[in-house]
């Protein structure tokens, strides 16, 4: 649809087309549901909201092949992880090569193979792949939830989950806050409809582990806490325990080529400092549920229903255990950030903790409507369910929309069109204004550039330009080690990386402070030949490819939020073992080790 009519999200008319198609098959869900009530519909339902989404992101994006944030920040990273995985298997680190990986593997994995496949460049993938798996979140979670409540329940519950938590650029993130709520239940606690067997739970919970595994470990003292609650009431605690042993022993073997290199990486010298980032979420509110607005007023209802059904209700033991233990580890990992400024990302555990209390909400309304309906004087109307669904999706969806097109507020023209007023910071979405900004490895933009950054351009790292100039000399194909002052380079080539720039988003098989280290010893070398000798036979490897920015005389590679900066000179790299390119596009200068 949105390359059909060839919409522009940065116009009214263009953005508001998923409105219009959303708000019609609203209507004509309602119709159906109350023409005919069956749990077929409210699956129906589920995949005609799971099938908006698409639609929603597409028009967002379209008119460019990057996703929300272009390959910037952290998914600058993953595009580097992807683009890795078109030239190995193995568990790696996505800027430094030979590395295992410490974040979770398995998306990049599959869109690095899948580019393979269809031979294409991985970074073009990442919003295909990102919508894919947003749209499925709403599926998978629907169909865990159906085995654990009625199906409108389910519904409410996955269409909610975008409200939470929905970024799709982290949309690998979304789809295991849609896993990990249900499978907890449908696996630790005791469900009024039985357990699942612990085959298909030991390998959906790796496949979880090996995509987002951050929220089972900010929800592991609940877990460990709903264990030792179920343990303790099972009629069968030997069977329950060998059960638990059957999942724990499946996962470890879906996870064990991420997780074995990594711990032995560590166990090696690895230096953890990817959570030492200062994020402005660290002071985040912690409490939700006492927020003035539709969510946060349906978290207290939630909040509520958990403490008053706790011990009638099956489900309200392991969702609170699993909001206490949240708690938990939040508090543990404040003190910790205080005294070590290692944080654990415990600022990242706050959408577990509003899912559950959302999840709660639902449950407490399915639970406890019926009782209060017959006590009311008046009748409920027919179709009230109906009409209250179709709320909880119109709601979920609008915000959805409102999240992640790119403009959301227009000044009126006289013309009857509109325009964007920047000056004001009509922007509603800067990550899903950066996917139309982000410049091409040649220099070029999409096609709405102009309307997404108005006076503002994002810089452009000049790859294509730089591309040429190494393979110039090492020939076509190469994968030189190479230390680049920009990571966007590893993002569109698979080159070897030496060192990334952003200490605080380096993992710890990496050692960056030990890299780090290293470079300043060699930037300090004045003498050509001890320079070539000393570039060649770091303690981690050659330096093959120098990527730096010129700075007047000097050639600088910065770190980001270090105070320290790198800086070398021209000198240093001798003719007889470098090529030198100094006439590069944004200031860039290659040196490039002659083979």
């Not at 990049?108 to 393979?116: D, E, F, M, N």
């Not at 606690?189 to 067997?197: F, N």
Request: proline content about 7%.
């Amino acid at each position: 649809m949105p390359s059909a009519l060839d919409l522009n999200p940065f116009r009214q008319a263009g953005a508001d087309v998923p409105l219009v198609l959303g708000g019609f098959a609203a209507v004509a869900t309602a119709a159906l549901a109350l023409w005919r009530r069956s749990p077929a519909v409210t699956g129906a339902a589920a995949g005609l909201f799971a099938a908006w989404t698409v639609l929603l992101l597409r028009t967002a994006w379209h008119g460019t092949p990057f996703p929300s944030e272009g390959v910037f920040g952290d998914t600058g990273r993953l595009a580097a992880m992807a683009t890795r995985y078109t030239v190995t298997s193995a568990s790696s680190d996505g800027i430094v090569a030979g590395v295992p990986s410490e974040y979770p593997p398995l998306y990049p994995w599959l869109i690095g193979k899948a580019a393979v496949l269809l031979d294409v460049e991985a970074w073009r993938l990442l919003a295909p792949a990102a919508i894919l798996v947003v749209s499925a979140s709403i599926v998978i979670g629907f169909a865990l939830w159906s085995r654990l409540t009625t199906p409108a329940a389910a519904l409410a519950i996955s269409a909610l989950g975008l409200v939470i938590f929905g970024k799709p650029d982290k949309a690998y993130e979304v789809v295991a806050l849609a896993i990990v709520i249900p499978m907890l239940l449908l696996t630790v606690a005791s469900p009024a409809r039985g357990r699942m067997h612990w085959l298909p739970a030991g390998v959906i919970g790796g496949l979880m582990a090996l995509t987002y595994y951050a929220y089972l470990a900010f929800a592991v003292l609940g877990v460990l806490a709903l264990v030792w609650l179920t343990w303790r009431a099972e009629s069968d605690r030997r069977a329950y325990a060998f059960y638990l042993g059957r999942i724990a022993a499946v996962m470890l073997v879906v996870t064990s080529w991420y997780l074995v290199p990594y711990v032995w990486a560590m166990l090696r010298g690895g230096q953890q400092v990817a959570d030492m980032f200062q994020s402005s979420l660290i002071s985040l509110n912690p409490l939700p549920f006492l927020e003035m607005t539709p969510l946060g007023v349906a978290q207290l209802i939630g909040l509520a229903g958990l403490l008053w059904l706790r011990s009638s209700v099956w489900w309200a033991p392991p969702l609170l255990a699993i909001v206490l233990g949240t708690y938990g580890y939040y508090l543990i990992s404040l003190a910790r950030y205080v005294t070590t400024t290692h944080t654990g990302l415990f600022y990242y555990a706050f959408p577990l903790i509003s899912a559950c209390l959302l999840t709660a909400a639902v449950l407490t309304v399915v639970h406890a409507g019926p009782a209060l309906a017959r006590r009311v004087a008046t009748p409920v109307p027919p179709g009230t369910g109906v009409a209250v669904m179709s709320i909880v999706l119109v709601f979920a969806g609008y915000t959805y929309w409102h999240t992640n097109m790119p403009v959301v507020r227009w000044t009126a023209k006289a013309t009857g069109g509109g325009r964007i007023d920047f000056a004001a910071g009509e922007l509603s979405n800067s990550n899903a204004a950066h996917a139309h900004n982000q410049p091409f490895p040649n220099g070029s933009r999409p096609r709405f550039s102009a309307d997404a950054a108005g006076d503002r351009r994002w810089p452009w790292f000049p790859v294509e330009p730089v591309q040429r100039a190494v393979e110039g000399t090492l020939g076509e194909g190469a994968r030189p080690n190479t230390l680049s002052y920009d990571e966007e380079l590893f993002a569109f080539l698979p080159w070897r990386g030496y060192i990334g720039t952003d200490r605080n988003a380096s993992y710890g098989p990496v050692r960056w402070d030990d890299r780090y280290a290293e470079l300043t010893e060699l930037a300090k070398i004045t003498d050509p030949a001890a320079f070539a000798q000393a570039s060649a036979r770091t303690e981690f490897g050659p330096i093959d490819v120098f990527i730096l920015h010129r700075e007047k005389t000097d050639l600088v590679w910065r770190p980001l939020r270090l105070p320290t900066v790198l800086r070398f000179q021209p000198q240093q790299f001798d003719a007889k073992t470098f090529v030198l390119v100094d006439d590069l596009p944004e200031d860039t200068v290659v040196a490039i080790r002659r083979p």
